[in-house]
């Protein structure tokens, strides 16, 4: 299966929608996502990522996966209330789904990340910047359904390190701890990684 990631593009893509479809509630997080009718969003990071490692691995699709990540951007209202608001409507979309879904509205980072991770972040201008912005180039993967039931996939840095199971440092960013604490983890439940170290002085 790591030989997905020496395919031509259009067909690493191909693929990644055959990998992704074997993880039944990625599927129902996706269709329930685009029911919300929600500005920008993509369903995100180690919900995707994870399930390629694990049906690359030959573990069950959704092993080790912590919760489901949902990204919108709406500038037009940075109140808590508003994102409040959308993610209690989440709830109840995603009511009964054996799996944590988690929505947040990336216009709105910039308010809380220096307080959370001890680094500034400057204010994105999409959801396809926020995930520019993960600690690792192979999180940096987003998926969407299009009204007329395509799939757009956001992938800056392509699926190669993804299906080659290879997580690559993306000091942007989140600080070399973050990418240190998330590989750490990620390493027990995957110990077939090979994670690259953080880049000397940055």
């Known amino acids: 299966m790591r030989a997905l990631g020496r395919l031509p593009l259009d067909e690493q893509l191909a693929a990644l929608r055959t990998v992704l479809s074997r993880n039944?509630?990625?599927l129902e997080v996706l269709r329930r996502t685009a029911a919300l009718g929600l500005?920008?969003?993509y369903v995100t990071a180690g919900c995707l990522f994870q399930t390629v490692w694990n049906v690359v691995t030959d573990r069950p699709p959704q092993a080790g996966i912590k919760d489901y990540d949902v990204f919108y951007f709406d500038d037009g209202d940075l109140t808590w209330a508003a994102?409040?608001?959308?993610?209690?409507?989440?709830?109840?979309?995603?009511a009964g789904l054996p799996a944590e879904v988690e929505i947040r509205n990336e216009a709105r980072v910039h308010l809380w990340y220096e307080e959370?991770?001890?680094v500034p972040c400057a204010p994105h201008t999409s959801t396809e910047?926020?995930?520019d912005s993960f600690a690792?180039?192979?999180c940096c993967l987003g998926v969407r359904l299009e009204p007329d039931g395509r799939w757009r996939v956001y992938a800056p840095h392509g699926l190669s390190d993804v299906f080659g199971l290879v997580v690559r440092p993306n000091p942007v960013?989140?600080?070399?701890a973050v990418y240190e604490a998330k590989t750490a983890r990620w390493r027990e439940q995957w110990p077939e990684l090979t994670v690259l170290e953080w880049p000397a002085g940055r």
Request: charged content about 25%; aromatic content about 10%; proline content about 6%.
């Open 129 to 131: 910047a926020a995930i």
């Open 173 to 176: 960013l989140a600080p070399r």
């Open 24 to 26: 039944d509630v990625l």
């Open 116 to 118: 959370k991770f001890g």
């Open 39 to 41: 500005p920008g969003w």
């Open 83 to 94: 994102e409040d608001a959308v993610i209690r409507a989440g709830r109840e979309a995603f």
């Open 136 to 138: 690792a180039t192979t």
